[in-house]
């Protein structure tokens, strides 16, 4: 059976999961950038963090390639929201919904993962972003990952855990 992890990661945290699953599973890892085709391959997983609730990549490599019903799709999202807060994760899926062909979303596979984020690592506009959200938050007295970043003393969150990949390699 011909497989494939695809990555769409910013920072790292996604591709560090690919290349993780990849050295479990020996199956290729390639970078959403690099792909030619999709046609050959009976699995895809696709592994991309997550942006203002949108998984990066994803919407113009579906665009670029459609995916056949006879192809199994897994998709591995990876953000900093906890996949137990239901009301967050909720909000996620709506999103996520205007990012994948409607036949695609029912039929494939969603696995939600935890990654990491340093506010040393993020650009200037990042930076804007996370203190923007960040003040609102503390207007409205929630207490919300991105507080948390700023609050945190080194300034970095780090929720990645390789085991949760158990998670995928079951679907597979
Ligand atoms: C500007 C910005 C927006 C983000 N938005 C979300 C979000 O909507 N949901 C979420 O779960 N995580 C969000 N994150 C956290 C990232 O998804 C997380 O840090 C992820 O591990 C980054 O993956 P990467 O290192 O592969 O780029 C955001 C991070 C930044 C900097």
């Known amino acids: 059976m011909n497989q494939i992890i695809i990555y769409a990661s910013k920072y790292g945290s996604a591709k560090e ?3 993780e699953l990849s050295r479990r599973t020996n199956i290729e890892a390639i970078s959403y950038k690099e792909i030619k085709t999709l046609e050959d391959y009976d699995v895809i997983i696709y592994i991309g963090s997550v942006y203002a609730s949108h998984v990066r990549g ?6 670029k390639f459609k995916i056949k019903s006879s192809q199994k799709f897994i998709l591995v999202t990876v953000g900093l929201t906890d996949p137990n807060d239901l009301e967050s994760m ?3 899926y709506q999103a996520l919904k205007t990012q994948i062909p409607e036949n695609l979303f029912t039929d494939c596979k969603i696995v939600n993962l ?7 690592d993020l650009n ?3 930076r804007f972003i996370i203190k923007r959200v960040f003040k609102s938050a503390e207007k409205k007295n929630q207490s919300t990952e991105m507080t948390q970043l700023m609050n945190n ?12 990949l158990d ?6």
Request: glycine content about 2%.
């Open 124 to 126: 200037f506009f990042f």
């Open 17 to 19: 999961y690919a290349f």
């Open 167 to 172: 998670k995928v390699e079951k679907l597979l």
């Open 153 to 164: 003393e080194n300034k970095e969150i780090n929720y990645m855990d390789f085991n949760t």
């Open 90 to 92: 909720n909000k996620f």
């Open 114 to 120: 935890q990654g990491a984020l340093k506010f040393k």
């Open 58 to 63: 994803l919407k113009e490599t579906l665009k």
